[in-house]
């Protein structure tokens, strides 16, 4: 398979996700076949790294021994990573936090975004344009967020449903659906427009998210060996009803973004994470 240009905005998604310089840092070191890849990125779910190789399309591609490799654009992408990365050590070579590459990765997105568009301001000397591009880039990234958050809990009804019509199979491979989304929402570019909105969401929201997609995948492992309760069925839809909260109070304007119910949403996950402990 040839290697093909790969567009900034989609490198900006590529590697706007820690598994995904995962799977690029063991592809750095050699081809892998998919079994091996998904074993040395960690990955649990086939499904899962299906998921993230699809969104790698051009940074990583198929050889002709059939093994997944890194393209001109994946090891250059690699190696803005590993600069930027070096560049955040002080003098004495420790780090200025203790997240490594992966923990790094909405920064390089940020840095990816800036340089982007001071490129294009230099080639194009117009602001208008560059403003143009910072707004698309900006609503991309709300839209996105907010499809991902749809298709989760699209993906958590389905599982609802399964649930109750003794499809354990169909529900399994639907959380697991829904929890891909969600690990990609948690992972947007923040949006400086939402301004303290962002913040306490990112703060708050995303980190309770986190330990509840923990639990969901807890729940997804025990319905996988044959064992759903009703518990697990509430839990769901407790989960479901947060993000459909989220989704409600998410609101985009002209060149405008907020989360109108914000404080609503830090309460109720906050609530939910204290009270489903048990999952």
């Not at 990609?184 to 962002?198: A, E, H």
Request: aromatic letters at 8%; charged letters at 20%.
């Amino acid at each position: 398979m040839n290697d093909k240009d790969t567009a900034p905005s989609e490198i900006f998604e590529a590697l706007g996700h820690p598994i995904r310089l995962k799977i690029l840092e063991a592809l750095e070191k050699a081809p892998s076949s998919f079994s091996d890849l998904k074993k040395l990125s960690k990955i649990e779910s086939s499904g899962h790294l299906t998921f993230h190789l699809e969104k790698l399309n051009g940074l990583v591609a198929l050889n002709s021994e059939g093994n997944y490799s890194l393209t001109d654009d994946g090891r250059e992408a690699l190696r803005l990573v590993n600069n930027l990365a070096s560049s955040r050590q002080d003098p004495t070579g420790k780090r200025s936090n203790g997240n490594g590459r992966s923990g790094t990765a909405l920064w390089v997105l940020g840095i990816l975004l800036v340089a982007s568009i001071a490129i294009t301001a230099v080639s194009i000397m117009n602001t208008g344009i560059v403003m143009t591009t910072v707004n698309r880039f900006n609503d991309n990234m709300f839209s996105n967020m907010q499809y991902d958050i749809q298709f989760a809990s699209q993906h958590m009804q389905s599982a609802v449903s399964a649930l109750e019509a003794g499809q354990f199979d169909a529900a399994t491979i639907a959380l697991s659906q829904s929890e891909v989304y969600i690990d990609q929402m948690r992972f947007t570019i923040p949006l400086p427009s939402l301004g303290p909105d962002y913040s306490r969401f990112y703060d708050y929201v995303l980190h309770n998210i986190g330990i509840l997609n923990d639990r969901l995948e807890a729940v997804e492992l025990s319905i996988a060996n044959g064992n759903a309760t009703e518990a697990h069925v509430e839990f769901i839809q407790a989960y479901m009803g947060g993000l459909g909260m989220l989704d409600r109070g998410m609101l985009k304007g002209a060149n405008s973004y907020a989360i109108t119910n914000v404080d609503e949403v830090i309460v109720y996950f906050n609530d939910l994470v204290a009270n489903s402990t048990c999952i």
